[in-house]
């Protein structure tokens, strides 16, 4: 309980170190892939370039081209005129909340989150590849359509309530984005062929690196990862030495607490060395039977033992005694020193 302070803090450090580090290393490695990966044109030599690979994949490659529906595209819900292949629909509830030490803050809370999705295909020139599972993009670049926050006009009820229960409604935002047909966007991910080697898919990668539908081009998407890992960098640089700073503080008190209880023990050791003898020199050897310990029998009578008054034991042996007089048996309450002349 001494540390508990400091190693709370240190625990806290050392999480969002971890977080940290884990968002630099992503971004670290989704650059060296992403920089590593062969940009490919969809044209009629990319399913024979696939179909010389073993098992017909491209572990990780990036191909770009416009979103064309395999169907009849999602219409979108707020604007008549737009319509696309994926479709985000959230809502979202704001409000204030009372937290433990009085004070009221905004928070959000996800009501509801649906995503629509039509099988699409990016195409260029008339050479298509299928994109499998989109929502699973580690990056999706959808077009905000709709986005409308519609407030609560609370009653006295409401606020009444809302008082007592430390929760008031400011209103629901309701979100709608849309990845349009013809929009053009680059996918960087798995390529395979089918089966029969009549279509090309473009996967999530099998072997966990990411996968990435954007509009941005190669070159924009590496500078925005680039810039994401330099404040991951700084952040653990931060949060690494006020972790480095915390252990330091914490191994500092401990060395000193350790020395003072090392020193404390020591002069204890001393004392009670001193004691020993100094009480063993000023003894007198040639005691009479009665005035003698009873549990040693060799050092003088120097306790009495409360309630019951008994002067029995040397000083020695009454640190083994606690419980009860050797004499009478009775419970010892407390113990004093004791002068016989």
Known sequence: MDYLGEAIALGVDAIIFGACMKQYLKNKNAMSMIQGAPYLDIDKDLK????THPDQKLSYVSIRGMVKPMGNPIVSSNNPKVSGVVQLLRIREHVIQRSTAGFWSDHERLIQEVHNV??????????TVEIVDPVAADIL????ISDVFTPTVPSVMDHIWGFFAGVRQRGVQTTEKMLRKGTMITGIGELVASKDGSTLKLQPPTNEAPFYLTNMQITSLVRKLDDTKKTYRWLCLLF???????GGLMARRFYKDYCKKRDDLRTREELERNRVERRRRVRDDDLPEIHLCVVCRINPREIILLPCGHVCLCEDCSTGIVDNCPVCRSAIDKKSAAYIS
Do not use: A, H, K, R
């Open 118 to 127: 039509m099988p699409f295909v990016l195409d260029s020139n008339g050479y």
């Open 48 to 51: 024979e370039i696939v179909q």
């Open 240 to 246: 690494g030495t006020v972790g480095l700073v915390l």
């Open 141 to 144: 670049d959808m077009d905000v």
